[in-house]
């Protein structure tokens, strides 16, 4: 099976703690996602929300270098910059890294530090983590502003950067002001169905329709809280519900590796080769599976990447 995941704190993990994206004893680690057919991966730097200002941009920046380095020491890893990248990655078996940005504080409340984070190869940017920051407010600031002026001008420079904004975390005023400012599709990277699970962070049928008319993508996330129950059988309720409001080509999977806690018998990125067997047995079409599992996000950052020439 072919896995296309849109979203992981893995790198943040690594930085923090010292382990080695090649081999580790967390969720994600490089060994173990290679070993599926092809394999691209959205990796974010996670903000945590005591960070601002300054601080936050140096530690976002320390953790992208983090990344950076790995191209060097590790061929098989790779930094997405443009469609050709990902192509070259997904045909010779080499880890095709997307990175994001999880908190749009790591701008510092400058618009300038965007052209810095494109310019290190950073394609998505999560609006908010669950606070507030200088964009707008998170699903559980307890704050119902949409976006901030800073956060609207943020938006339309990311658009000219082809930066993706993602919608995960941000509150419903923020979400809706996100679809006035630009035009461009956007994302939920690791957001579930609210109609299944009602939690804060999981996405209304209306903002998942919204973000399919866009020709957008959302990722089915592992974490208990949102799902209401761990188990795949919980995953496909999501899932169908998804699929039930038309979402076969919009649909993907986020699992937030390395940034919720799984079930010891889950381990890590491994659990998606039996959660792709759990459907098989369900009958699910293969067709959709790989679409599901790949298809769909590669479709979409095929032509969401910009032609940003390659550093590599
Ligand atoms: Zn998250």
Same mark, same amino acid.
């Given at each position: ?27 994600? !680690? *490089? ?5 599926? %057919?092809?394999? +691209?991966? &959205?990796? /974010? @730097?996670?903000?945590?929300?005591? $960070? ?32 050709? !990248? *990902? ?5 010779? %078996?080499?880890? +095709?890294? &997307?990175? /994001? @940005?999880?908190?749009?504080?790591? $701008? ?33 600031? *307890? ?170």
């Amino acid at each position: 099976m072919r896995l296309f995941d849109m979203h992981c704190d893995t790198l943040y993990e690594c930085s923090i703690g010292g382990y080695s994206l090649s081999e580790n004893e967390l969720q994600l !680690d *490089l060994t173990r996602g290679l070993a599926y %057919n092809s394999w +691209a991966q &959205v990796f /974010a @730097v996670w903000m945590p929300d005591t $960070l601002r200002g300054n601080a936050a941009w140096i530690q976002c920046r320390s953790i992208l270098e983090l990344a950076q380095k790995e191209t060097i020491l590790n061929p098989k890893f790779r930094i997405i910059y443009n469609e050709a !990248d *990902l192509d070259f990655a997904i045909q010779n %078996n080499v880890c +095709a890294a &997307v990175l /994001a @940005v999880e908190g749009g504080s790591a $701008l510092a409340g400058n618009l300038e530090t965007l052209g810095l984070l494109a310019s290190m190869g950073v394609k998505i940017i999560t609006l908010t983590w669950n606070g507030s920051n200088e964009l707008g407010h998170g699903c559980e600031s *307890l704050c119902n502003d949409g976006l901030t002026e800073f956060g609207k001008k943020a938006i339309k420079a990311m658009e000219k950067l082809n930066i993706i904004p993602d919608v995960s975390h941000l509150n419903q005023a923020g979400f809706w002001d996100v679809m006035e400012n630009t035009n461009n599709p956007i994302i939920a990277s690791h957001s579930v169905s609210a109609a299944i699970c009602d939690h804060p962070r999981n996405l209304t049928d209306d903002q998942f329709k919204a973000i399919m008319k866009r020709g957008g993508v959302v990722g089915l996330n592992l974490c208990e809280s949102h799902l209401g129950e761990q188990s795949f059988e919980c995953l496909q309720k999501h899932l169908e519900h998804y699929l039930s409001l038309g979402g076969e080509h919009t649909v993907a999977f986020g699992c937030d590796f390395d940034g919720t806690d799984l079930p010891p018998e889950w381990g890590g990125i491994e659990v998606m080769e039996k959660i792709y067997e759990y459907f098989q047995r369900k009958n699910y079409e293969e067709s959709l599976l790989d679409r599901l599992f790949f298809g769909n996000c590669y479709d979409f950052f095929h032509s969401a990447l910009t032609s940003t020439a390659s550093m590599v």
